[in-house]
């Protein structure tokens, strides 16, 4: 089974092209970061328009690089939600237009799962079931995963998502857009406790997240501070601990209630390197192995929905989904334009 995925659920355009005996066997990404950053964050409209220059030429390189053309192609996977509605439209309708012209099935795939499924991409891949970490720039969530479709929600954040901490915490020490990270760079030359930053939620039992008040926190403490490099690298170390301390608590809490030995963890901030040194070690301390995708199948790309698409279809469950701005995960797909 050989599948092209297509992801342009926000600001990055995607195009992969994935076969399920021989693996990834073409990646080729486009950031608009350097578009977004004279606004401070992304633009809808422009985000777009950009998919709209960049899927074709995307296109031809990944089949250029795969060696491949229509008629080894088996179907089209393409991210249907959530995200940006615009940027959405574009690539389904891109994709199941593609579809139709190549006689193929096309397959809407949903873009956390397609982050959930993003460390089977490496060798070895963890076997079904595993508890995974989601952390992006839009969520923070807990996710215990059976099998393929098979998603129970744990626990998520009750406002901020951890990347969206460290993108306005980032804001706050001057870092450009997109910060998270940069932060994390500038964290490396901190001293840690010289700021008592909150670990939100660590006092009460339950697998919730929240991150307003953190950012808050660190507001507060800069406010009317003379902001010298070393007290911005102290800033960001301290705040990195807390973000860091927190989700490491919650994951040993959901490691100990659903006895999984795997913990996936996902997601942009699932870069980070002090976050996935902190998480194998609790894993190792709650007799689990995590599993961590290299970073550039962390951010959001195209080979992470090939990859899903190729399991839905393999599976028989894969079906043209209507782009959705919101979409819950574990619903089913809404079929239609």
Known sequence: MRT?????????????????????????????????????????????????????????????????????????????????????????GFARSLAYAWRKPAVGIHHLEGHLLAALLEHPAPDFPFLALLV??????????????RYRLLGESLDDAAGEAFDKTAKLLGLAYPGGAALAALAARGRGGSFQFP????????????FSGLKTAVRVALRGRELSAQTRADVARDFEDAIIDTLAEKCRRALRATGHR?????????????????????????????????????????????????????????????????WPLGEEATTGA
């Not at 004279?38 to 795969?66: M, Q």
């Not at 670990?199 to 929240?210: I, Q």
């Open 136 to 149: 992006s720039g839009g969520h923070t969530q807990l996710i215990d995963v059976a099998a393929l479709g």
């Open 4 to 92: 092209i995925g297509i992801e342009t659920s926000c600001d990055e355009t995607g195009v992969a092209i994935y076969d399920s005996g021989r693996g990834l066997l073409a990646n080729r990404l486009h950031s608009q970061v350097a578009m977004h950053q004279a606004y401070g964050g992304v633009v809808p409209e422009l985000a777009s328009r950009d998919h709209i220059r960049r899927l074709l030429p995307l296109l031809k390189e990944a089949l250029a690089e795969a060696r491949c053309d229509e008629d080894s192609i088996d179907g089209v996977a393409y991210t249907a939600g959530p995200g940006l509605i615009g940027a959405l439209i574009v690539g389904a």
């Open 262 to 326: 795997r913990l996936i963890v996902a997601g942009g901030v699932g870069a980070n390197t002090r976050l996935r040194q902190r998480l194998s070690a609790v894993a190792g301390a709650n007799g689990a192995q995590a599993y961590f995708p290299r970073p550039e199948y962390c951010t959001d790309n195209g080979a992470m929905i090939a990859l899903a698409g190729c399991l839905r279809l393999q599976a028989g469950a894969g079906a043209a989904a209507a782009a959705r701005a919101n």
């Open 199 to 210: 670990r939100p939620m660590l006092d009460r039992p339950g697998l919730e997240f929240s």
